[in-house]
């Protein structure tokens, strides 16, 4: 590495001048806001929508609580909301199974059955505010179309999004143990037909946040990001769905670490690299194909369990970035992140934090206002070299299912955690409070009860899901989860229909799942510790 | 004398694996013996993995709260003919009062979110040596 670089390892020069991008057409690379290629912002510059979506990771305990929890930032001004479940939900298994019991709401809502959605979004406006998730897609997406039509909302008004990492969860601490093809086609068949039914709802929210939060760099994030986009893009064509059908709504959740131009670079490049293949690989025609929207989370892995109020500040550095580069959606990981998910009070400042640079610095009066800067557009360059350079050499190598099931991915993952850990215990990567300007432990006190206060596993949860269970109708359940295992073994057929009428009989997240394994000629619990649910 | 053994392991739903691969390796580096039994285990699958392969020191990496909840249940299951297998914890939600709290419980020793590789991987040979002399 040399003297000066950035974070992902590029080589920097102590001043950028007219020398470095005299060979760059800048008017074919930047275009104008809201024009192709992208690179200054998906909308026009006067584009009244102009500013971001303001939300802020929630969900903890049942459903009633996070409710309360969504009213409550609602309340403060927050513009959006974002979902996420505890591990066992967002691992598709039920509050009752035997490893689920000590993680029930601790990290996440608990949620697993249709009952569970619409307590979670009870008296909220589904059809006036935008909806993020970061839970299995597929079963969002059927109990989203489920909610709305109990409360008498169109599904077609929905807008928000539902992440998708079919290729890298199993190797990124989010394991669905689920066979490639499934994760694949679960995400295939969530995103055709929410472009049919739910045609302003981005089912296709590539998330690079978290394949990228266990040490990734920035290169590395976009480069995956951008083979999991190809490859599920390739799958929908395969399907004879038009490009234009589908590609305008695709998003991207990115990462955004501690470097604050090269994630400008990054944010930069990425749109304009998706523009062009959009036009260029995949045909796409209509503008709001090329156009990606990018939304964005600070950095959890940024955060220090050390002097809590200094994540404060990282935050707002890190958010800064993200409206410099004129993202549409912002969530700022928590001061608390290093400990929990956040605490009422990490919630309030960390949307503080949002509404103080939106309202107080006046930085969003102008679009792209790094625009031209040599060094900006040097470096956006340079990251849009290495993102497509990567990723060619990436599907060079293979199919991503053969790259996953080889161990390819997994290795990329451990490789870059193995880094991240050297790199802060060498001090080459400087940590305020960690691996420099220490403090001993009894003076670092503020804020540090906060971060610390714990949330209890719900284990009233168990109770209330065997009750859940006994109520059914057996019979009808019975028929409907017969039906969803059979439309699985027809590799042909979209899953998310019977995945809506098993839903609307009681079935559970775990049970469905459980089905769809065995679909796939796998047990129906990967644990060997639940009965078959057929 | 034959090289230290350790077993590295998670609790539960708890997955988040950066600082169990970084120390296994660390432990490896230092020519220890490391059984990787990584993410999905109860305290019967750690205990069970523990015992049949006559590890000096299980250490566990703790990324979530459950392991609060299965620690009495797998020191009691560690315990055979009134000796225990050593348990440390490594994990950057281990607070100050936790580790408190579980040392009083039996466990050897914590490693909150400040813990240099080179002090776990001493203070692991220190502790599997003391075991092995009692």
Not at chain 1, 353 to 360: A, R, Y
Not at chain 1, 391 to 415: C, K, N, T, V
Request: hydrophobic share 45%.
């Amino acid at each position: 590495m040399s003297e000066r670089s950035s974070a992902s390892g590029i080589p920097l020069r102590p001043c950028y001048g007219p020398a470095d991008t005299a060979g760059l057409d800048l008017e074919e690379r930047l275009g104008e806001p809201g024009r192709y290629p992208f690179t200054r912002g998906v909308r026009a510059a006067d584009d009244r929508r102009a500013g971001w979506i303001q939300r802020e990771l929630s969900g903890e305990g049942d459903p009633r609580r996070s409710n309360a929890q969504l009213h409550m930032l609602l309340a403060k001004g927050q513009t959006g909301l974002d979902v996420i479940g505890d591990t066992p939900t967002v691992a598709c298994m039920d509050p009752d199974h035997p490893f689920a019991r000590h993680a029930i709401g601790t990290q996440g809502v608990s949620l697993c059955c249709l009952p569970d959605y619409l307590e979670l979004y009870r008296d909220l406006p589904l059809d006036r505010i935008t909806l993020s998730h970061s839970l299995p897609p597929l079963f969002t997406v059927a109990a989203l179309h489920c909610v709305a039509r109990q409360r008498g909302i169109s599904p077609a008004a929905l807008r928000g999004s539902v992440v998708q990492a079919p290729y890298y969860c199993e190797d990124t601490g989010y394991a669905l143990q689920l066979p490639f093809e499934l994760r694949e086609r679960m995400s295939v068949d969530s995103i055709e037909f929410a472009a049919a039914e739910m045609p302003r709802f981005h089912a296709f929210l590539e998330d690079t946040y978290y394949i990228s939060d266990g040490g990734l760099d920035a290169v590395e994030e976009m480069a995956l990001g951008f083979v999991e986009i190809r490859g599920l893009v390739r799958r929908l064509l395969e399907r004879g769905l038009p490009v234009d059908r589908f590609a305008p709504r695709i998003a991207i959740l990115v990462n955004c670490r501690m470097d604050f131009f090269e994630e400008i670079a990054k944010i930069r490049a990425t749109r304009r690299l998706f523009a062009r293949m959009m036009r260029e690989e995949f045909g796409a025609r209509d503008p709001r194909s090329l156009a990606v929207n990018v939304a964005a989370h600070t950095s959890g892995m940024s955060l220090t369990a050390q002097q809590p109020v200094n994540n404060v500040v990282r935050g707002t550095v890190q958010a800064l970035a993200l409206v410099l580069a004129g993202v549409q959606a912002i969530e700022i990981s928590a001061f608390d992140e290093a400990y929990r998910t956040p605490s009422p009070q990490a919630h309030e400042v960390a949307l503080r934090t949002q509404q103080v640079i939106h309202l107080e610095s006046n930085v969003t009066q102008v679009a792209d206002p790094l625009g031209g800067s040599y060094f900006v557009e040097w470096l956006t360059d340079e990251m849009e070299r290495r993102i497509e350079t990567r990723l060619r050499e990436i599907e060079a190598r293979g199919e991503p299912a053969a790259l996953a099931e080889s161990g390819y991915f997994r290795r990329i993952f451990q490789d870059a955690m193995e880094r991240h850990a050297r790199a802060l215990s060498s001090g080459e990567l400087v940590r305020v409070g960690v691996n420099r300007f220490r403090v001993p432990e009894s003076e670092d006190a503020l804020l540090r009860e906060v971060a610390e206060s714990k949330i209890e596993p719900y284990h009233l949860r168990v109770e209330e899901i065997r009750r859940h269970r006994e109520a059914r109708d057996a019979a009808r359940l019975r028929a409907r989860l017969s039906a969803l295992r059979e439309r699985a073994v027809d590799r042909t057929a979209n899953l998310t229909p019977a995945v809506i009428e098993a839903f609307e009989a009681g079935a559970t997240v775990g049970e469905m799942t459980g089905v769809l394994r065995m679909a796939h000629g796998q047990p129906a619990d990967p644990f060997g510790r639940l009965a078959d649910p057929l | 004398m034959r090289p230290i053994r350790v077993l590295i392991g998670m609790l539960g739903m708890d997955q988040h694996e950066v600082g169990a691969v970084a120390v296994a390796r660390a432990l490896r580096d230092a020519g220890m013996e490391v059984i990787y039994l990584g993410r999905f285990n109860l305290p019967a699958d750690v205990a069970r993995a523990a015992l049949d392969e006559g590890v000096d020191v299980v250490g566990l990496s703790c990324h979530s709260w459950e392991y609060l909840h299965y620690l009495d249940e797998l020191l009691a299951l560690l315990r055979v003919e009134g000796a225990a297998v050593p348990v440390v914890l490594g994990g950057s939600v281990i607070t100050a009062e936790d580790a408190r709290s579980v040392t009083a419980k039996g466990v050897a020793a914590t490693f909150g979110p400040g813990a240099e590789l080179a002090e776990v991987v001493s203070t692991v040979e220190r502790i599997a040596r003391a075991a092995r002399a009692a």
